[in-house]
């Protein structure tokens, strides 16, 4: 039997956070801080495996339904992991690209997200994807309106794709859900068409390196066969 090779694009449903700090009777931003940990870990783990891309998501266009002070406290948080992670990406060869809309965004987060973009487009190594203000519904009426904007009247699948937030970033082969959930949420539903699933109990607080390899080697024993035989 064939056994699948090391998938060149993983993308990874982090979720968990609250419930992690919900059981130490911590708030819930604790979670999400020691979930920016798990995210250096896990990025430290596809780096030494080779993966070539990764996509995190990390923030839905669903999430800014939750409380204020918690959305505050995420771009709170998410504009200190942009910092750490713009140097370590400018030393370990490392690319940021966004997927998602701007709109809502404060201005602060997408001048060092743009800066971030700018400063590690030559890079060579892994390509972190960060899924932000994200809806997968929202990128593929998105990606139909500019084509319409462009003019066309007859749209194909090939179309669709390369009018996708990130054109040129290879579809999933393998999507991670941690914490017990086994739902895609309005995440990659045109680049999943053929992914693999792995879902996981792990809360994403407690996810590291040796997680990521277990995904990675089930996914490795897995067959894919694309609707073939
Ligand atoms: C899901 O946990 C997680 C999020 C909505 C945010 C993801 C954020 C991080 C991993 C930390 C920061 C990292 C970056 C890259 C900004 P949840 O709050 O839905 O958990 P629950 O389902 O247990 O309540």
Not at 17 to 41: C, Q
């Amino acid at each position: 039997m064939q056994q699948n090779q090391i998938p060149t694009h993983i993308a990874i449903i982090m979720d968990g956070n609250g419930r992690w700090a919900k059981s130490r009777h911590l708030p819930r931003l604790a979670g999400h801080r020691e979930g920016a940990k798990a995210v250096e870990r896990t990025l430290k783990g596809a780096q030494k495996m080779g993966i070539k891309f990764i996509t995190l998501y990390a923030f839905s266009t669903e999430n800014w339904s939750r409380p204020k002070e918690e959305i505050d406290g995420l771009m709170t948080l998410l504009s200190h992991v942009l910092d750490n992670y713009s140097q370590q990406a400018i030393q370990q060869n490392m690319r940021l690209w966004v997927s998602g809309s701007r709109e809502g965004l404060p201005p602060s987060i997408l001048e060092k997200i743009d800066r971030t973009v700018k400063a590690t487009a030559g890079n060579t190594g892994l390509t972190v994807n960060l899924a932000l203000n994200y809806g997968a519904r929202q990128e593929i009426t998105h990606a139909v309106n500019l084509l319409l904007a462009e003019g066309k009247t007859n749209i194909s699948s090939q179309d669709i794709s390369a009018h996708l937030y990130q054109p040129e970033l290879p579809d999933p082969e393998l999507i991670i859900r941690t914490s017990g959930e086994e739902r895609l949420s309005n995440f990659l539903l045109w680049q999943s068409a053929y992914s693999e699933f792995y879902f996981t109990p792990v809360l994403w607080p407690d996810f590291d390196e040796t997680e990521l390899q277990k995904a990675v080697t089930e996914y490795c024993q897995r067959t894919r066969r694309f609707g073939g035989v």
